[in-house]
């Protein structure tokens, strides 16, 4: 459980049943504008999130709800509080992930204290911290610590190629790995690359922006070109990743689900010693030509339950953008759900 680190914390009965009003008060005026957010909107998702009312006045709030709500929201304006307290800038991700991790507790009256796990599974990189900031994320990274395959399957927004790209620099800077290989297909499951202008990594590199992107942020901008120069980190497309065995290396295969069947065999069987292998794709997004079988949908049946891989699944629940995004991927799941029984 987060330390409480505000400076006052009182609990008021209200007149109505289950009612109650927490006061908090914060010790530092700057820091406590940085947990309210900029026109109070941290607190407005807190309100929105938990289901309570939250007033500011200078460095106190006021919260009043239900008595288990009340207490999720003061956990989680403690443990954002503490984050600031130690230096580290206040993201939306971070209210929605302290959120999340709140619910996933429970009220601490409905639990013993010491069952709830004090906080969501953590990577320690050079930049920054990266910490899960839902359940299904926290219970991917645990996956990626203890198995050597790993897949990720999910909508998009759910943090599943940040995480993997993430966990692959933490081993890279640890030296647990020599090198880092990026893996993705292209728009069509053939690879067709040899109409794009430039060389090989400049026809890829549009399919491989995502993770161009993750890399930048949670690497030195300088350290990436230079890894990218000196091969420690690759670029491979699918297509090229036949007769290697890839030793001592993060290898991510994204967007999987436009492997095809033989593509993803022959992608799993490249696993060398000393590798770690993370597989991340979205089932309900594949994008191949028609009779042909979703190399990551094959897999996922294909291996489940054998020993050694771990699978984290992913739902519209688990979306860490805006929040709309969220509710799209959720209209979309009933839309085809709706189709699914219509044809049944």
Same mark, same amino acid.
């Given at each position: ?64 709800? +239900? ?39 429970? +009220? ?20 920054? @911290? ?17 198995? +050597? ?35 993705? @297909? ?96 979205? @089932? ?61």
């Amino acid at each position: 459980m987060p330390q409480r680190v505000s400076n006052t914390s009182s609990i008021i009965p209200v007149p109505g049943e289950g009612a109650t009003q927490i006061l908090l008060a914060f010790d530092d005026n700057r820091h406590a504008s940085a947990l309210f957010g900029q026109y109070g909107q941290n607190l407005a998702l807190i309100e929105r999130k938990l289901g309570v009312a939250a007033e500011q006045r200078g460095n106190h709030v006021t919260i009043e709800g +239900s008595r288990g709500a009340c207490e999720q929201a003061r956990r989680v304006l403690d443990s954002l509080y503490e984050q600031i307290r130690n230096g580290r800038d206040l993201a939306p991700g971070d209210v929605e992930g302290a959120v999340r991790l709140a619910i996933s507790q429970g +009220s601490l009256f409905d639990h013993e204290s010491g069952n709830l796990t004090a906080k969501f599974e953590e990577l320690n990189l050079r930049k920054r @911290p990266v910490r899960a900031r839902t359940v299904a994320q926290d219970a991917y990274i645990r996956a990626l610590k203890r198995h +050597s395959l790993v897949f990720g399957a999910g909508p998009a927004g759910t943090g599943k190629t940040w995480l993997a790209v993430a966990y692959a620099i933490m081993l890279f800077e640890r030296k647990e790995v020599d090198r880092i290989i990026l893996s993705r @297909p292209a728009v069509e499951a053939g690879e067709r690359l040899g109409f794009l202008p430039g060389d090989l990594r400049e026809k890829v590199d549009p399919y491989l922006r995502p993770i161009y992107d993750a890399l930048g942020d949670l690497m030195d901008a300088r350290i990436v070109e230079r890894a990218l120069q000196t091969g420690e980190i690759e670029i491979a497309p699918l297509a090229f990743m036949r007769g290697r065995t890839l030793s001592n290396a993060v290898v991510i295969l994204d967007e999987a689900q436009n492997a095809t069947s033989m593509q993803m065999k022959m992608f799993l069987t490249r696993l060398g010693e000393n590798s770690h292998m993370i597989v991340t794709g979205d @089932p309900s997004q594949v994008d191949l030509p028609p009779g042909q079988t979703s190399g990551l949908g094959e897999a996922l049946r294909l291996l489940d339950g054998v020993k050694g891989i771990g699978v984290a699944t992913f739902s519209a629940q688990d979306v860490v953008r805006h929040e709309l995004v969220a509710r799209i991927v959720d209209a979309y799941d009933k839309a085809s759900a709706s189709k699914r029984e219509t044809r049944s």
